[in-house]
C-alpha cells in the first residue's frame, strides 16, 4: 500500500452491529479497521453505538437498525474547510466505510438513511483518531427532525416547571429542582412543592440516572440557577425558591416575595463523588435570595452572583442589596463559599429577570458579559457590560454603552428575553447577539408579550456603543421561553407562553443567522406545548429539553407531560 502523508493518514471502517438490548437503547458494537502500511497497523475506532427511540410528540418507538438502508459518514477536521463525506456499504448486519481521516480534533456526524432520507443522527466532536492504536467511542442514534422522550431505566421521572439543567464533565448534564405541585384558588396558582432531586443524562449512552446513592439538593427549589465549574470539577447551584404565584386577575408573570426564598441560598454539587455539599452557615449572609439569578463565570472558577430581584425591579424595598452582585470564591473554605465584598461589584441598576451572555475576553485575558433588560422602566438602563480584572474575582460594571435602535421604540423595561451569541458582524468591529421575547413594565403595568420584541443587538466595545434592529417573523410574542444554538447559523426558540395564564400556544421557531429569517421547523407540530421548561444544546448538538407545562395548573392534576425529551433539527444531519 502507498504511503501518505502524516496528515493525511486515512483509515477504513468495518461497522458489526450486536443485537443486545441496553436499557432503553438497542446497542451495536461497530469496529472500524484501517488499512495497514509498512510503518504497521493503521488506526482502529472501535464504536459502541446505541439508539434513542422511545415514544414522544406523536413519533412512536422505534427501531433505527431495521429500518436503516444506508448509512453516511461525514469527517470534518479542523484543518479543512468542509467535511469528508463517506458512505456505508451496509451488507446483512455489517457496514463499512473507507477512507476516514486520522487526525485530532475530529467531528464525527454518523447518519442513517431510510428510503434515501437522513432519518438517524449520531455526532461526536473533538475526537483524536490515532494510527496505529484503537480509540473507543460511544454514539447514541437519535431521530432526526423529531422527538425522543427519554426515561430512566426504572421507574418515572415526575414533571416539574422551572428545573434547571446544566452541561457537565463528558458532555452529560445535570438537572435539578423545580416545581412539582399546584393549586388553584380564584384567579390565582400558587406553585409549590420544589423538588429537591437532581438526575444525570448522559447523551453518549442514552442513560437518565440518579446520582449514587439518590443524592438530593440539601434543600429544594425552583427557578434557581446553576453553573459547572471546570477547575473543581464541581456544579454551584444558586437561589431559587419553594414557592411561587401565578395571579391571571392581575395579568403579570409568576411573581415571589423574599419570605418564599430558598432558606439555603446555594449548594454545591461535587461531580467526582456525586454529592451536594451544603454551604458553611458563616458564608450565608454574603449570598443574597435571589429567584432566576444570573451567575457568571470568571477565571478559577470565580462565579458573580446578579440579579434574581422581585420583578419589576422599580418595587423593590431592598435595592441596596439586589443592586450589588455576590462573588462565590472557590479557595474559600474546605468547598468554596460566597464571600464578603462590601459593594465592591456593584450594578448600576436593580435587575430581575434579565439575561446575560459571553460577550469576550479582556486585554488581560479576562471575561467579558453583556447584561440585558431586567431594568425599571423608568431608567432605560437597558444594557451593561460587566469586564473582568486582573485580580481574583475582581470586576466592573459598566453603563456607558450608548442602547439605540428598535428596542427603544416600545416603552417600559424588558423582563425575561433570552439572549445568544450569534457571531460577529459584517464588518468585524460587533458583536452579535439574537433578543427574542420578553414582557414589558411601564410605571408599574405588565403589558403582554409583543412580537415585535425580537432584535438583532449589535455590540460595539470600541465605540461604546449597542444597536438594535428588529429581526421581524416571530409572528407571536413569547415569555419564560428557551433559546439555543443548534450550530453555528441556527438558533432555536421552543416553548413558552404567549398570555398570562393561559395555555401555551407557542411551538418551535428556527433563527437563519445568515438570513436573520425565522421559520417553523417541520418538527413543530409535534412538539408538546409548554413554558417554564429548561434546555441545553448536547454535545451532539441536538438540544434536550426538560420539564414545564402547557398551563401552570397542569401541575395540579395526576397527568403528567412528558418531561423530557430531545430533538435532533434537520440540517444537523445535512
Same mark, same amino acid.
Given at each position: 500500500?502507498?504511503?501518505? =502523508?502524516?496528515?493525511?493518514?486515512?483509515?477504513?471502517?468495518?461497522?458489526? =452491529?450486536?443485537?443486545?438490548? *441496553?436499557?432503553?437503547?438497542?446497542?451495536?458494537?461497530?469496529?472500524?479497521?484501517?488499512?495497514?502500511?509498512?510503518? #504497521?497497523?493503521? =488506526?482502529?475506532?472501535?464504536?459502541?453505538?446505541?439508539?434513542?427511540?422511545?415514544a414522544c410528540g406523536g413519533q412512536a418507538g422505534t427501531n433505527p437498525f431495521s429500518q436503516i438502508t444506508s448509512y453516511q459518514l461525514k469527517v470534518q477536521s479542523p484543518d479543512e474547510p468542509a467535511p469528508d463525506t463517506l458512505k456505508g456499504v451496509k451488507s446483512g448486519n455489517s457496514l463499512t466505510v473507507s477512507g476516514v481521516r486520522a487526525g485530532s480534533g475530529m467531528q464525527l456526524t454518523l447518519v442513517g438513511n431510510v428510503a434515501g432520507k437522513a432519518a438517524w443522527f449520531?455526532?461526536?466532536?473533538?475526537?483524536?483518531?490515532?494510527?496505529?492504536? @484503537? @480509540?473507543?467511542?460511544?454514539m447514541t442514534l437519535m431521530a432526526v427532525e423529531a422527538f425522543t422522550c427519554i426515561q430512566p431505566k426504572a421507574g418515572q421521572i415526575a414533571n416539574v416547571l422551572f428545573p434547571s439543567v446544566t452541561p457537565i464533565a463528558g458532555g452529560r448534564v445535570l438537572i435539578t429542582? #423545580?416545581?412539582?405541585?399546584?393549586?388553584?384558588?380564584?384567579?390565582? @396558582?400558587?406553585?409549590?412543592?420544589?423538588?429537591?432531586?437532581?438526575?444525570?443524562?448522559?447523551?453518549?449512552? #442514552?442513560?437518565?440516572?440518579?446520582?449514587?446513592?439518590?443524592?438530593?439538593? @440539601?434543600?429544594?427549589?425552583?427557578?434557581?440557577?446553576? *453553573?459547572?465549574? =471546570?477547575?473543581?470539577?464541581?456544579?454551584? *447551584?444558586?437561589?431559587?425558591?419553594?414557592k411561587m404565584t401565578v395571579d391571571s386577575k392581575v395579568g403579570a408573570p409568576p411573581t415571589w416575595r423574599v419570605s418564599d426564598g430558598v432558606g439555603i441560598t446555594y449548594e454545591v454539587f461535587d461531580i467526582a463523588t456525586e454529592k451536594f455539599i451544603a454551604p458553611d452557615n458563616k458564608t450565608l449572609s454574603n449570598a443574597v435570595k435571589r429567584v432566576f439569578p444570573n451567575l457568571m463565570l470568571l477565571s478559577d472558577d470565580f462565579v458573580v452572583s446578579l440579579g434574581g430581584a422581585q420583578w419589576p425591579a422599580s418595587s423593590n424595598g431592598d435595592k441596596s442589596s439586589y443592586r450589588n452582585s455576590n462573588l462565590y470564591d472557590p479557595n474559600a473554605g474546605d468547598n468554596g463559599g460566597f464571600v464578603s465584598i462590601g459593594a465592591s461589584l456593584p450594578l448600576n441598576t436593580v435587575r430581575a429577570g434579565s439575561a446575560i451572555a459571553f460577550l469576550g475576553t479582556t486585554p488581560s485575558g479576562g471575561s467579558k458579559y453583556l447584561i440585558w433588560g431586567g431594568d425599571s422602566s423608568s431608567n432605560g438602563l437597558h444594557a451593561e457590560v460587566f469586564s473582568e480584572s486582573a485580580g481574583e474575582g475582581e470586576g466592573v460594571f459598566n453603563v456607558g454603552y450608548t442602547v439605540d435602535g428598535d428596542i427603544t421604540s416600545l416603552k417600559g423595561g424588558l423582563y425575561f428575553p433570552t439572549l445568544t451569541p450569534i457571531g460577529l458582524s459584517k464588518d468585524k468591529k460587533s458583536t452579535l447577539f439574537l433578543s427574542v421575547g420578553g414582557v414589558r413594565n411601564n410605571n408599574g403595568k405588565w403589558a403582554a408579550p409583543d412580537k415585535k420584541d425580537a432584535y438583532i443587538v449589535a455590540v460595539n466595545d470600541a465605540e461604546k456603543t449597542i444597536k438594535t434592529t428588529r429581526a421581524t417573523g416571530l409572528d407571536v410574542g413569547v415569555y419564560l421561553h428557551k433559546a439555543s444554538l443548534t450550530d453555528d447559523g441556527h438558533v432555536l426558540i421552543s416553548g413558552g407562553f404567549t398570555k398570562w395564564n393561559a395555555a401555551s400556544e407557542f411551538t418551535m421557531r428556527v433563527f437563519d443567522i445568515a438570513t436573520s429569517t425565522f421559520s417553523t421547523p417541520p418538527a413543530a407540530a409535534k412538539f408538546i406545548k409548554r413554558g417554564g421548561h429548561a434546555a441545553q444544546r448536547l454535545n451532539n448538538d441536538c438540544i434536550f429539553m426538560f420539564g414545564g407545562v402547557t398551563e401552570f395548573k397542569d401541575l395540579s392534576g395526576s397527568a403528567q407531560q412528558a418531561a423530557s425529551d430531545i430533538y435532533c433539527a434537520g440540517h444537523l444531519a445535512q
Open positions: 500500500m502507498q504511503k501518505m =502523508p502524516h496528515n493525511d493518514r486515512r483509515s477504513r471502517w468495518r461497522v458489526t =452491529p450486536q443485537a443486545s438490548r *441496553i436499557s432503553a437503547a438497542l446497542a451495536m458494537t461497530l469496529l472500524l479497521s484501517t488499512c495497514v502500511d509498512d510503518m #504497521g497497523d493503521g =488506526p482502529q475506532l472501535a464504536m459502541h453505538v446505541s439508539h434513542l427511540s422511545g449520531a455526532r461526536r466532536s473533538g475526537q483524536k483518531i490515532i494510527k496505529n492504536a @484503537t @480509540t473507543n467511542l460511544e429542582g #423545580g416545581f412539582a405541585s399546584a393549586k388553584e384558588s380564584g384567579s390565582k @396558582t400558587e406553585l409549590s412543592s420544589a423538588s429537591d432531586e437532581a438526575w444525570i443524562f448522559d447523551p453518549n449512552t #442514552g442513560e437518565l440516572r440518579k446520582p449514587k446513592n439518590n443524592a438530593r439538593m @440539601t434543600k429544594p427549589r425552583g427557578a434557581h440557577s446553576a *453553573i459547572y465549574l =471546570p477547575k473543581s470539577n464541581r456544579v454551584l *447551584i444558586v437561589g431559587g425558591a419553594e
